[in-house]
C-alpha cells in the first residue's frame, strides 16, 4: 500500500506538470475530430468519439472518413494520439521508476 501511495503521488506531480501539454494534445484532437465529423456528416459525438478511438489506436472501424481530406486529417490525428499516449506512458514510467527508488532505496536498476 506504500509503495502505491508513493507512486501517486509522484503520478499526479507529473502529470501536474503535463497537464498543459496533454491538454493541447486533448484539444487539438477533438477539434480536429469535429472538423472531420463536420465533413463526413456525423454527430458531433460520432466526431469526438471517432476521434479518440483513432487517436488512440483502437480504431473499431465503425465510423471511418471516406473523403481525402478527412483521411488526411485522420493521420493526423493518429499521429497526435500516439504523441498524446507517448507522453501518459513516460510520465506513469517515470513516476513508477521514482517511486521503486523511494520504496527500495538500496534496489539496482534491473
Given at each position: 500500500m506504500e509503495f502505491t501511495l508513493i507512486f501517486l503521488e509522484l503520478f499526479f506531480s507529473a502529470m501536474g506538470l503535463g497537464y498543459p501539454l496533454l491538454l493541447s494534445f486533448f484539444l487539438i484532437i477533438t477539434?480536429?475530430?469535429?472538423?472531420?465529423?463536420?465533413?463526413?456528416?456525423?454527430?458531433?459525438?460520432?466526431?469526438?468519439?471517432w476521434s479518440f478511438i483513432t487517436a488512440l489506436t483502437v480504431g473499431y472501424g465503425d465510423l471511418r472518413p471516406s473523403c481525402r481530406k478527412s483521411k488526411l486529417l485522420a493521420l493526423l490525428v493518429a499521429t497526435?494520439?500516439?504523441?498524446?499516449t507517448g507522453v501518459f506512458v513516460a510520465v506513469t514510467v517515470a513516476a513508477a521508476t521514482e517511486a521503486f527508488h523511494h520504496y527500495m532505496p538500496g534496489a539496482r536498476p534491473l
Open positions: 477539434l480536429l475530430g469535429q472538423w472531420v465529423g463536420r465533413m463526413e456528416g456525423w454527430s458531433r459525438f460520432d466526431a469526438f468519439y497526435l494520439g500516439i504523441m498524446f
